[in-house]
């Protein structure tokens, strides 16, 4: 089912700074969309715009499936989220947390796949609180991977990751890439390597 977001003029103010100004463009699935540019221009403010975290100063936003408006109530079922500001609720465990979601979003794996997929079957009674830093960005990577939410927002997605896990990351993210509709934000150019369009903020 086709997901599209129509942006129009959207722009941003914090305080009497303008981080987004006059944006306007149109996304669509089966695309992947890369968001860049370096610390500061605005790349996180975008993502949190779309993903409904922010409201713009100025503009709209507009989500379609299948030519058909999602009405505002409705859009956060269509959204997955993975950020270093998207909070976990550290108490509990692994296995608790992707079944909590479960209440929310659909999962479009069990929960064995889950832990196998990403390499987390050794936390998998593990509090949340007790995991390091990049095993706990891990964990939000593979809930928000594994939901079957239409758009998928990933606000630096390699960070505090080693090389197998960032692997485990693309080879998943590659997997949906013809059926949803992808952002992923960041200021290193590796990240990119599976978008099909960079958009540049410090141009923007």
């Not at 997901?3 to 722009?11: Q, S, T």
């Not at 987004?20 to 949190?48: D, E, Q, W």
């Not at 990049?134 to 758009?151: E, N």
């Amino acid at each position: 089912m086709e997901i599209r977001i129509e942006c129009k003029d959207l722009w941003k103010r914090y305080d009497r700074h303008w981080v987004l100004k006059n944006f306007t463009k149109t996304f669509h699935s089966g695309r992947i969309y890369g968001i860049a540019g370096s610390n500061g221009i605005g790349k996180s403010t975008l993502v949190k715009i779309l993903s409904g975290f922010l409201s713009p100063s100025k503009g709209s936003i507009t989500f379609f499936s299948a030519n058909k408006k999602i009405e505002d109530d409705a859009i956060y079922k269509h959204i997955a989220l993975a950020a270093p500001y998207a909070e976990s609720i550290e108490e509990l465990s692994v296995k608790e947390a992707f079944h909590f979601q479960k209440k929310f979003k659909s999962m479009q794996i069990e929960f064995s796949e889950f832990l196998k997929k990403f390499n987390l079957n050794m936390y998998e009674n593990e509090l949340i609180k007790n995991l390091s830093s990049g095993t706990k960005h891990r964990l939000k990577l593979a809930l928000c991977l594994s939901s079957d939410a239409s758009i998928i927002f990933l606000d630096e997605p390699a960070s505090n990751l080693d090389e197998k896990s960032i692997s485990l990351v693309q080879s998943a993210i590659n997997e949906l890439r013809k059926e949803r509709l992808i952002f992923i934000a960041s200021n290193i150019q590796a990240e990119f390597e599976l978008c099909d369009e960079l958009i540049h903020m410090d141009q923007s």
